[in-house]
């Protein structure tokens, strides 16, 4: 099982990007999916998830400008980032907890991170 982030790159202060992340391999199910960011010098941090129902969470310095969703047929979960700041910079990270085939558990995978940076 393999998860694939893509849609990083440079946006101006008040720009937007859109993050993707797919996941791929042998898989029964994905439960939760989300997105978590890591800046220089910092932990990483949750920034949003979403339910295989489509229920949400965000973090509170990203409400209202970003928004989480998915498309289950396509095992994908899209970030969308609006009004960008210059605190957004970090390395997105996907994240999934998914079961196998074959499996009775989920197991948390993560993506191999896209940069975000915001700057003038």
């Known amino acids: 099982v393999q998860l694939q982030a893509s849609g990083g790159g440079l946006v101006q202060p008040g720009g937007s990007l859109r993050l993707s992340c797919a996941a791929s391999g042998s898989i029964l199910r994905i439960d939760i999916m989300g997105w978590y960011r890591q800046a220089p010098g910092k932990q990483r941090e949750l920034v949003a998830v979403i339910t295989r129902g489509g229920s949400t969470n965000y973090a509170d310095s990203v409400k209202g400008r970003f928004t989480i969703s998915r498309d289950n047929a396509k095992n994908t979960v899209y970030l969308q980032m609006n009004i960008l700041k210059s605190e957004d910079t970090a390395v997105y990270y996907c994240?999934?907890?998914?079961?196998?085939?074959?499996?009775?558990?989920?197991?948390?995978?993560w993506g191999q991170g896209t940069q975000v940076t915001v700057s003038s």
């Open positions: 994240n999934a907890d998914i079961v196998r085939s074959g499996a009775r558990y989920s197991t948390a995978y």
